[in-house]
């Protein structure tokens, strides 16, 4: 016998999904906390399976809620287009759109950017998460990564968001002080500000060893924006991306013809909501932003 659930009791689904707490979810649907509790167990008692797993850090999907959200999503996508067809009007694009990108991309690009994106998406919920980690887009921890590179494998679907540049840079104040900087090789006599050994995760942010510096920097730190600003303190030298140190009028380029590296954002999403409304709108946003700015990208010093 097919078993009957109430149709509307996927919006619960859809939030808690999106939220990841039912406080929060709550909140998005102007219900109380009792009330998304009471419409998911419906659900999961209605269909005889369970859909969520709470863990310290919310709710999160099982692999039978996975299939389901996909379903869900869908749903939603068709329910809106019906609407909007009816009325005559384009379709609302709502939901939230988690974000996760790398803190160079995001705090550097992407969040000066994201406010006129919210303004032209007011049903739209934006979240950017950037900070130095990999995200689970597996999890649905995030809807779009933005990284350096793409999955290996999975269920994924990835596109070349942008390349750029990085060169090394130093402050003015260091640089008069330091050693002349006339090849390569002089770079061991300096100070360098760089990554935390042990808490590089990705191999393209091992820039260091890369420009050949052979010693281990006596600064370092997990954030790209503290390198700066010990470079910026006149401490030493940093490997900087070339959008990003620009617009610092105090650093300077060294040897920027001679020692540059080449990197890669890309934009990764799920396969299963790649081509939902609010993502794919998302996406476009981005793409189009990124590739506005490629003469910040890839500009020479």
């Known amino acids: 016998m097919t078993k009957r659930f109430n149709w509307d009791d996927l ?18 649907l102007a219900v109380d906390h009792a009330t998304v509790i009471r419409r998911l167990d419906n659900l999961e008692r209605s ?40 009325a005559g009007t384009d379709p609302k694009i709502t939901g939230v759109v988690r ?12 969040a000066a950017k994201l406010p006129r994106f919210a303004a032209a998406q007011p049903n739209l919920s934006i979240e950017l998460i950037a900070i130095q980690q ?24 990835s596109e070349r968001l942008t390349d750029y540049m990085l060169y090394v840079y130093g402050a003015k104040s260091y640089l008069a002080r330091a050693p002349a900087i006339r090849t390569r090789e002089d770079l061991q006599s300096h100070l360098f500000c760089g990554y935390i050994d042990d808490l590089v995760f990705m191999r393209d942010l091992d820039y260091l060893s890369e420009i050949g510096f052979k010693r281990r920097p006596h600064l370092q730190s997990s954030s790209l924006h503290a390198q700066m600003e010990a470079a910026l303190a006149g ?11 620009s617009r610092q009028t105090n650093l300077v380029p060294v040897l920027p013809k001679k020692i ?3 990197r890669s954002y890309w934009l ?15 996406r476009r ?11 910040a990208f890839m500009g020479v010093p």
């Open 260 to 262: 540059s590296l080449r």
């Open 47 to 86: 269909l005889g399976a369970k859909f969520f797993e709470r863990n310290p850090r919310g709710y999160n999907l099982t692999q039978t809620g996975e299939r389901l959200l996909a379903s869900a999503q869908a749903i939603e996508s068709e329910t809106l287009r019906a609407m909007a067809s009816i």
């Open 99 to 110: 974000i996760s990108s790398l803190e160079g991309f995001g705090n550097f690009f992407l």
């Open 235 to 245: 401490y030493g030298l940093c490997v900087l991306p070339a959008f990003i140190a």
């Open 134 to 157: 990999i995200v689970a887009l597996s999890r649905r921890e995030a809807d779009i990564a933005i990284t350096l590179q793409p999955p290996g494998q999975g269920r994924f679907v």
């Open 11 to 28: 919006q619960f689904l859809l939030a808690v999904a999106r939220a990841k707490t039912i406080s929060q979810a709550s909140r998005w």
């Open 268 to 282: 990764v999403m799920h396969a299963d909501t790649a081509e939902t409304a609010r993502i794919r709108t998302a």
């Open 285 to 295: 946003f981005i793409l189009d932003e990124a590739a506005s700015a490629q003469g």
